[in-house]
């Protein structure tokens, strides 16, 4: 009996060291804060982009809107300039043919950050 303990503990042991492998997520757009960081410092020290808008906010029953539009299976965002010449971006949904749902909702009018920012956000 003391031998079926011993491996059902190394089991136990071993399953706990493992769970994070069995519970880590397949999605690929899934990255780290540390490649997050990485990519949004690199951008907002870039000469080319001082000044400029660094990120944008949109609540997220507007992005659900989008979502929800019969036949979207991908969001697309595009970068883009406003009328006064600022970054945005400007958000579509794409069928399962990869076309943009041109004929739906259409997403801009972000809250940009340097105007709205968490200041305390790693990312910054």
């Keep these: 009996m003391i031998h079926f303990y011993h491996h059902f503990i190394l089991f136990l042991i071993s399953f706990v060291l493992n769970f ?38 949109m609540d997220n029953n507007s992005y659900q809107e989008v979502i929800d539009q019969p036949g979207c299976v991908n969001l697309r965002t595009y970068f883009a300039l406003d ?21 739906g909702i259409i997403l801009e009018r972000s809250t940009r950050c340097l105007v709205l920012c968490d200041h305390n956000s790693p990312l910054m």
């Design 20 to 57: 994070k492998q069995f519970t880590m997520t397949t999605n690929p757009h899934h990255i780290s804060l540390t490649e997050a960081s990485t990519m949004t410092h690199a951008f907002q020290n870039a000469q080319q982009f001082q000044g400029m808008t660094i990120a944008c906010m």
């Design 83 to 103: 009328d006064q010449n600022n970054l945005t971006i400007v958000l579509v949904g794409v069928n399962a043919l990869g076309q943009d749902m041109v004929n």
